[in-house]
């Protein structure tokens, strides 16, 4: 499903970012074209969710390029870069406690200017038609919410912005099995209205089960990529999460 | 029963100035995590500030109040640059001095400026007051309470009924996230500093007329704001409003069955009771966090 | 290699000069500082100065003092205190009263201020067992005014704003030229003593409490009686200050001793540096008498003080560290060569008698967050002797576990014990006396001391039969630890000197100078490279060699399978395997937890379900 003439959509090359000393990410270069959803597995550690923060202007790369539609972000603040169509689902979802669900999905749209008070509202009911499960809890305040409730409005407070890509940062993280398969269900809804999404998982099968394209990290690399099923079917990718794969090295090591 | 009626209004008078500044002082700190030493200080340069307009140069009132809070709104906006800008990622301990230099130079600036005299600023109204059975109701105090709630009024409305009171109380729930959506963080931060300076300010103005206004009555008005915002639980609103109305009182009965000289003593003790037996204030944490 | 000296960003955490093993010859430094401080107390005495000189520089000495007591309690333990101007005043009127009022002898005044200022410091310092940070900055701010209204106010007692003229000062002392001799004497002798404070067991401890605080509590330290210490230190001196100030002007009133004053005392530290009593001088020095040269700023009343307030926020601004900060790092490059130490012993770990019965114990552990269960009802046992890992996916509960064991988090709910002995309710600091060790995820070392000084913290904790008081002793036995990780050769370096993985291994030499009977590795490969995991792998099967109990979490399924002989595996808070490692890594329950569940039948046709399982 890669689009082959036009550009990607997102396009990163050579990425490094270091926290202090530790480099998060090593030189890490993949693409994400229009329309796609891909995923981004590898275990705790492995740098995913340091990739997507580094796209959204969290933190900054050491080097490396970062480009939306050709365009640059390396170095822009996150205010900036959300403008540019960049919506950045955070690790542990952060909706703003001390307001209503309904507030929350309205401040999604802070990135975009002349929006009316009416076409706001408008805008945040449509919203609850894509998440049925959360409208009852329209005024009900952040803190009160569960994980999955909270999963659902930071989706919804991210789609909110309308961007040309979606980061979606381990949505899968302290939910129940039946919870995850909800989300789940929601993104593969969001997929097919045709938004782009970079998904970080490290949930494998959950985040490849809507996937158009994966790629594997460890340790701030890129080690595995492809499409879902020969992802999956790949020893690799266990040995990834469960060991195995430097194992060789530490014997030949000694 | 008379006295004690007449002492009630008393203390809620004066209560809700410092209800006011904690005010202040607990949206600066909800926003940027600063507890700001100098809060106080705003409210006594603005209470110069009126004597220099209103007094010294005689302009007509509404003049001098004008000037007096746009003053007030750039002394916040200048705080926010070069106090607690440059110092935002450092840890509390260089803020915390940092903002009590602040004090003291915004104290003995007015003091070289103006000097040691303590000045008079007449009350807005003619008429002292009036009698409503038999408790005599102060006009200037009246003034106080009827602004006091008025103000607060408008800030529950601000805050709750438009897109830009949201977009401050999430810049304070969560300043990175808020980033993220697009809220232009640094920019609801100046805001905070320049709305609570001028909270700050109307505070001192208001209060001036029953005091005297003189350099210390600053830091005699933070301490009381800080003792407020303890006892109604750090960080929260309406903890800092009731705070300062029961301080108020605290203090007015206090003054009057205990001891007068005395009277600034019992913030401060109460101020440490709260904070050794019970530091999240009456309130304590209104809006727990998901872990 | 060994005894190469390099820059430490902090003055006051100079080692001494001289080597452990020669303790017979009288150290050079503290002679060399004797033998100036009798000259200067000599100049003093008999240099014919004027009136007006004569009350600066008797001002410039006891501020000083005063201002030194800071350099403790916030240079060294780095808790704010706003009040040092009402200790002062304390001790002032101890003299002045006591002598005016009460006709005794001026020793005594002192003596009983002192007290006083001890105590009531000390109470201060007890509300630090609540407080920290802004809170403490506000306690002490009430104090200082409380004091002030009871100066002002308490007319009967303290003469109220007239203040207490006519002190008379001690027989052998009358004389101003004496006096001041007498002044700068007291002045050198506690400079020496809080130069010398940052080595001693309790400066060391005061110290780790500023850097890092848990890791101080989790290394043994007792960090509330460290910070009341502190501010009874800084307190004592502060009074000491005041009482030779009553002598000096023999006439106090309140004014002198208000907030503003508190503030002077600590632009003079912030100024001059606040880690050293050399900067409080500079600092004092540098305040009291550039203000006299530019006398004129004292006839517009509050310029002065406005200067100040404006000094203060530009110093923090530009120049934390203060003057000495700054020239102290150029000093510290000046320092000879010290001879090589004597080659480090083998590390020994005392394992206590053997036995079959499980080193740890965890039944039905809980925590929750309100109502969030991080760990729900875990139990599992760790044998005596090598290495057991406990793992999970992301959010599983294992961080929360190993906090709770090592006493940051209170549980909810179950037991732990340690070797049979209940630990569950222990403080951190006491549970490093049970023998719990432990390095951290996000390595927490203490900053500002060498790598040697923070194994020798290590190596102080309580209860550790193979430690020692003795210096010499204590500094061999983290020579053997940083040897045991193969750091030996660059024990005397700053911390921030070492790469990432260094720092790593420092820490877990920290944990094993104290001698611990089980050890709690928080993540300990995080952020290290192959090689450097590689290394790690060898370390931790040296450590196991030697019997040590080692309890590991990480992500890093190579190492955990390299290491641990048994593994515990969390999900959700709950344990869903435990046994030999080989075995549980190959459960299905396991695998499914990392790679996801199987897709049970889901709402959305566009769900993969034809993914085969493993």
Redesign the interface.
């Known amino acids: 499903m890669m689009p082959a003439a036009t550009p990607p959509l997102l396009e990163i090359r050579d990425l490094v970012v270091r ?5 998060a990410v090593r030189g890490l270069s993949f693409s994400v074209g229009a329309g796609e959803v891909v995923t981004l597995l590898g ?3 492995a740098g995913k969710s340091t990739t997507l923060k580094a796209i ?1 202007g ?1 933190v900054r790369p050491a080097a490396g390029t970062i480009l939306l539609e050709g365009k640059p972000l390396e170095g822009l ?3 900036a870069i ?2 540019l169509g960049v919506a ?1 689902v ?1 690790e542990g979802r ?6 209503t669900v309904r ?1 929350n999905i ?3 749209a ?3 200017s002349g929006l009316g ?1 009416r076409a ?1 509202r408008d805008e945040v009911e449509a919203m609850f038609d894509l998440f049925p499960d959360i409208r009852r809890f329209g005024d009900a ?3 009160t ?1 569960s ?1 999955g409730q ?1 999963q659902m409005v930071a989706l919804a ?1 991210g789609l909110m ?1 309308k961007p040309r890509i979606l980061l979606l940062d ?1 949505p899968s ?2 939910l ?3 919870i ?3 989300v ?2 929601i993104i ?2 969001v ?2 209205r045709g938004t782009t999404v970079l998904l970080v998982e ?9 996937a158009d394209r994966g790629y594997v990290l460890e ?1 701030g690399r890129l080690v595995l990529s492809g499409d ?2 020969s992802l ?2 790949n020893d690799e ?2 040995s990834a ?7 060789a ?2 014997l030949a ?1 000694g | 029963m008379d006295l004690i009626l007449q002492l009630l209004f008393t203390g809620i008078g004066i209560g809700s100035v410092y209800a006011l500044v904690a005010l202040g002082f607990v949206l600066i700190f909800r926003a940027t995590n600063v507890v700001n030493f100098a809060q106080g200080e705003f409210s006594m340069v603005a209470a110069f500030l009126m004597v220099v307009f209103a007094v010294d140069l005689e302009w007509p009132y509404w003049l001098s109040l004008l000037l007096t809070i746009g003053g007030m709104a750039l002394l916040g906006a200048l705080f926010n640059l070069g106090v607690y800008y440059p110092l935002r990622h450092r840890s509390y301990l260089p803020v915390i001095i940092s903002t009590i230099g602040a004090s003291i130079f915004l104290a003995n600036t007015t003091l070289a400026l103006y000097g040691p005299q303590p000045q008079v600023l007449p009350p807005v109204f003619e008429t002292q007051g009036f009698l409503l059975g038999p408790v005599f109701l102060d006009s200037q105090y009246l003034l106080i309470i009827a602004v006091t709630a008025a103000l607060v009024a408008f800030q529950y409305w601000f805050f709750e009924h438009t897109l830009v009171g949201k977009k401050l109380q999430a810049t304070s729930q969560d300043k990175e996230m808020a980033a993220l959506l697009g809220i232009p963080v640094a920019g609801m931060i100046m805001l905070t500093f320049v709305y609570s300076a001028v909270l700050g300010g109307i505070a001192g103005i208001l209060v001036a007329p029953v005091l005297f206004v003189s350099i210390q009555m600053g830091a005699t008005i933070a301490l009381k704001a800080f003792a407020a915002t303890i006892i109604g639980g750090f960080g929260d609103v309406t903890g800092a409003i009731i705070g300062g109305l029961a301080l108020g009182i605290i203090e007015t009965f206090g003054a009057a069955y205990i001891s007068v000289p005395y009277k600034d003593a019992f913030a401060f003790l109460v101020l440490i009771v709260f904070l050794v037996v019970r530091p999240q204030g009456l309130f304590g944490e209104r809006v727990a966090e998901k872990a | 290699m060994s005894g190469t000296p390099s820059p430490v960003a902090d003055p006051a955490t100079a080692v001494p000069a001289s080597p452990p093993a020669v303790r017979r010859r009288l150290p050079l430094g503290s002679l060399a500082y004797a033998v100036l401080a009798a000259a200067l107390v000599a100049v003093a005495a008999t240099t014919p100065l004027s009136g007006y000189a004569l009350n600066i520089l008797m001002q410039a000495a006891t501020y000083a003092i005063a201002v030194i007591g800071l350099t403790v309690v916030l240079g060294l333990c780095g808790q704010i205190n706003l009040a040092q101007a009402a200790f002062f005043g304390i001790g002032a009127y101890a003299v002045g009263l006591g002598t005016v009022d009460g006709g005794l002898n001026f020793w005594i005044c002192l003596i009983v201020g002192l007290g006083l200022a001890v105590v009531l410091g000390a109470a201060l310092g007890a509300s630090t067992l609540r407080l920290g940070g802004h809170y403490l900055a506000m306690v002490t701010i009430s104090f200082q005014q409380i004091l002030t209204l009871v100066l002002t106010n308490w007319i009967p007692v303290t003469h109220g704003p007239d203040g207490v003229p006519n002190i008379r000062r001690p027989a052998l002392f009358a004389d101003g030229q004496s006096y001041l001799a007498l002044c700068v004497l007291v002045l050198a002798i506690v400079g020496w003593l809080v130069w010398h404070m940052p080595r001693t067991r309790l400066g060391r401890a005061m110290r780790a409490v500023r850097d890092n605080e848990l890791a101080a509590g989790v290394s043994g330290i007792d960090i509330y009686r460290t910070k009341v210490a502190a501010f009874a230190v800084g307190s004592l001196l502060a009074g000491l200050g005041g009482g030779l100030f009553a002598g000096s002007f023999t006439y106090i009133s309140p004014d002198q001793f208000s907030f503003a004053e508190s503030i002077v005392f600590l632009t003079m530290a912030l100024l001059g540096g606040v880690g050293s009593p050399v900067g409080a001088v500079i600092g004092t020095a540098l305040l009291i008498l550039i203000p006299e040269w530019l006398r004129f700023l004292k006839e517009i009343p509050g310029l002065y003080l406005a200067i100040y307030g404006l000094a203060v926020i530009l110093i923090v601004v530009f120049m934390p560290d203060g003057i000495w900060g700054f020239l102290g790092d150029q000093v510290r490059r000046l320092r000879r060569t010290r001879p090589a130490p004597p080659p480090a012993a083998e590390l020994t770990l005392s394992q206590g008698e053997a036995s079959t019965a499980p080193m740890l114990e965890v039944s039905d552990l809980s925590k929750h967050f309100g109502g969030l269960k991080a760990v729900d009802a875990v139990s599992f046992t760790v044998a005596r002797g090598g290495i057991h890992a406990l793992i999970g996916p992301n959010g599983s509960g294992k961080t929360t576990t190993l906090n709770v064991l090592s006493g940051l988090y209170s549980p909810t709910g179950g037991t732990v014990r340690l070797a049979g002995q209940d630990v569950t309710r222990l403080s951190p600091h006491r549970r490093a006396a049970a023998g719990i060790g432990r390095t951290f995820q996000n390595i927490r070392l203490f900053r500002s001391m060498s790598a040697l000084e923070n194994v020798v913290i290590g190596a102080e904790r309580p209860n550790n039969p193979l430690g020692a008081r003795d210096r010499a002793a204590l500094e061999a036995r983290a020579r053997a630890a940083l040897a045991f990780v193969g750091l030996e050769g660059r024990a005397e370096e700053p911390i921030s000197g070492f790469s990432y993985g260094h720092q790593r291994l420092i820490e877990i030499a920290r944990a094993l100078a104290g001698n611990p009977v089980l050890l709690l590795l928080d993540e300990p490969a995080a952020g290290l490279n192959s090689s450097e995991k590689n290394a790690l792998t060898v370390l931790l099967r040296r450590m196991a060699a030697k019997g040590l109990t080692i309890l590991i979490i990480d992500h890093d399924m190579t190492l955990v399978s390299d290491v641990a002989s048994h593994v515990t595996v969390l999900n959700f808070g709950r344990r869903i395997a435990d046994g030999v490692t080989a075995t549980v890594l190959r459960e299905p329950a396991v695998i499914q937890a990392y790679l996801g569940e199987d897709a049970a039948a889901g709402p959305a046709a566009s769900l993969k379900t034809d993914l085969a399982p493993v």
């Open positions: 926290y202090g000393e530790i480099e275990s705790n550690g959204s969290l603040k996150p205010e959300v403008r950045h955070p952060r909706v703003f406690p001390g307001l507030e309205m401040l999604g802070s990135n975009r008070k706001l305040l952040g803190w919410l994980g909270l407070r912005a381990e993280l302290g129940a099995p039946v995850v398969q909800a789940f269900a593969a809804e997929r097919r490290q949930n494998a099968r959950m985040g490849l089960s809507v340790t879902p099923e999956w079917a990718i266990r999460y469960l060991g195995g794969r430097a194992k090295e530490v090591a």
